[in-house]
């Protein structure tokens, strides 16, 4: 074990800054962290959402039986996942997106199929949350992990920003389109995996928006959502895998038009977006960016009002 990641409570934080410190750790700051400490090849981050503590370098394992379990959560987990977390470890697909809230590129849905081998396999192998994984090289190299591991079914679904743009049309919503493009990836995956009798997502706002789509495709597969979902190994494995598709496009279509296409819906994507538009014309902009965004009166408006990642009516994009 390589990596692990655990919740703590604000006074285990605070307990554990003390034991680093004890134990001779180089304490430094990071962003979005209380503290980041170094010993040796193993590194600790106590990250402020949560909070939530995470362990990474070859001894990952030694500090969670030794340091972590009996001095800061009291609690022996470590070696015992299967039976604290037996769904993690049973039969079913992972689904997870990558692309809703960026105004350049395109909606990725991913799926992937795991059973307690293989997840134990991903999980040995350093596979979580996308979003926990700040570099496109290691993105790369644990999707490739996650499509060599011997009877990991995955299916990804991308949806262009041209196409996007008609189907958000028609749709009307983000989450519609969402809801499509999932069940669309769990119907390639049923497809390949019949047997297996259960999908996992994040949950939508409108759990029944999603269970919709499912019966207008005739699967009868038990959908469970629910929030963090990319806790689990396959909506984890999914997240990694959609996430690759989308920085690969990303930064294909960066350097076939001349302009550095950031992520996100900030100020340097506004001025990224001026830019295409200067050196490709208006109409380039349907084919690297998703409309509907207010970004889009932010680049074309002489007097622009730039919001975040809502739906033109101010709508928050839900989850899922």
Same mark, same amino acid.
């Given at each position: ?95 997870? #997106?990558? *692309?809703?809230? &960026? ?6 849905? =991913?799926?992937?199929?795991?059973? @307690?081998? !293989?997840? /134990?396999?991903?999980? #040995?192998? *350093?596979?979580? &949350? ?6 496109? =090289?290691?993105?790369?190299?644990? @999707?490739? !992990?996650? /499509? ?173």
């Amino acid at each position: 074990m390589t990596t692990h990641t655990a919740p703590l409570t604000f006074a285990q934080a605070e307990k554990l800054r003390s034991i680093l410190e004890r134990d001779g750790y180089e304490l430094m700051p990071k962003p979005y962290a209380l503290f980041s400490a170094r010993k040796g090849k193993l590194n600790v981050t106590v990250y402020e959402k949560g909070p939530k503590v995470l362990i990474q370098g070859k001894d990952t394992e030694d500090f969670i039986r030794f340091t972590l379990e009996p001095e800061i959560t009291g609690e022996a987990r470590l070696g015992y996942e299967e039976i604290l977390d037996p769904d993690r470890f049973s039969p079913h697909f992972g689904i997870d #997106e990558s *692309g809703k809230g &960026d105004f350049f590129g395109p909606l990725v849905i =991913a799926g992937a199929y795991t059973d @307690a081998t !293989i997840a /134990r396999r991903l999980i #040995e192998a *350093g596979i979580m &949350d996308s979003k926990r994984v700040t570099s496109p =090289a290691r993105i790369r190299k644990l @999707a490739a !992990i996650i /499509r060599e591991t011997p009877g990991c079914t995955t299916e990804v679904v991308s949806i262009g920003p041209e196409r996007y743009n008609e189907m958000h049309a028609s749709f009307g919503n983000l989450n519609r389109l969402l809801a499509w493009g999932h069940a669309r990836v769990i119907e390639k995956l049923v497809a390949s995996r019949p047997d297996c009798p259960r999908a996992l997502s994040d949950q939508f706002a409108r759990p029944e928006v999603l269970q919709r789509a499912l019966r207008e495709k005739g699967l009868t597969i038990t959908l469970e959502q629910r929030t963090k979902g990319e806790s689990d190994t396959a909506v984890a494995a999914a997240s990694i895998l959609a996430r690759e598709r989308f920085i690969d496009w990303i930064d294909k279509t960066s350097a076939a038009g001349g302009v550095k296409l950031p992520l996100g819906a900030s100020d340097s994507v506004v001025q990224a977006a001026k830019e295409a538009v200067a050196l490709h014309g208006k109409e380039a902009l349907s084919k690297i960016a998703k409309l509907h965004f207010r970004t889009t009166s932010a680049v074309l408006s002489p007097n622009p009002s730039l919001s975040d990642d809502s739906e033109p009516d101010g709508t928050k994009i839900a989850s899922g």
